[in-house]
């Protein structure tokens, strides 16, 4: 037999083959486990959102924005994010989803300056017209 190039690297394609095939199974397992971990906190973690506001009042004692309800809107599911800046922008966050199965409805959340975390801001949020209440 000769020993050519390819005769030479021959007898190595075997372990590499074989540690290509670990590599593969690891990756695979990794790939696994994070789909895992995303399906056990997706729930929680897509229930987060920006709402979109139809209004906002702004007075020397507090914020009230204006949201669309379900019939089980409260404000428990509701926070503000203050983004630092000048001047800071407030994001108002709904926290958890309204499933409720009542027609839409209007609903003002009231929020103290100091939850707000600022006397004067900007808003983050989207406006969007009210829908036909």
Known sequence: ML????NRFKPAALPLKKALSRLAL???????AAVAVFCATAPTALAATVEP????NITEKGVAIL????????????TTILAKSQPPIATFIRLKPDF??????PVTIQFSLSEVGAKEFKVANLFVPSPRF
């Open 67 to 78: 949201v669309t309800s379900n019939g089980c809107t409260q404000k428990e599911d509701f």
């Open 53 to 56: 506001l139809h209004g906002i």
């Open 100 to 105: 409720c199965k009542g027609v839409s409805r």
């Open 26 to 32: 690891g990756l695979a397992t990794l790939l696994f």
């Open 3 to 6: 020993n050519t190039p390819f």
